[in-house]
């Protein structure tokens, strides 16, 4: 059995987790140890914060303990039409993670030392 209930899987046959949700559910127990999937993000930069950017993922649980840190540096390139840029990013996340029992967790983004969104899920 598997980690996670996932929506799909990507052609190379990783799990890929798509769109919003708040629960992941398995018929293990816990501890238990996170299989590997992508993680979809979008950043949106204003023309004057174009330019390369720290980013963090970090994956927390109840208690605030990070359990998963991803670094990476991000290309903002600047829109010519002077409007806000995008970049779609799908890091490989959870590989090997344990979670350590039900309850609670997050994925902070992190860019340039500044949270900037969150996002929770449930383990059962």
């Known amino acids: 059995s598997s980690d996670l209930n996932f929506a799909g899987r990507l052609e190379t ?30 950043l949106e930069a204003e023309p004057h914060e174009a330019g390369t950017h720290a980013v963090q993922l970090r994956f927390l649980d109840q ?19 002077n409007i806000p840029s995008h970049l779609w990013m799908s890091p490989e996340v959870g590989t090997s993670v344990e979670i350590p029992a039900a309850g609670l967790y997050r994925w902070d ?13 449930t383990f059962q």
């Open 63 to 81: 208690d605030g303990k990070e359990l998963q840190v991803l670094n990476f540096e991000a290309e903002i390139l600047r829109n010519e039409a």
């Open 13 to 42: 046959g990783q799990p890929l987790i798509m769109g919003i949700f708040h629960t992941a559910g398995s018929n293990e127990g816990f501890p238990r140890r996170s299989v590997t999937y992508h993680l979809a993000v979008e």
């Open 109 to 121: 983004l992190v860019v340039d030392g500044e949270p900037i969104a969150s996002a929770r899920v």
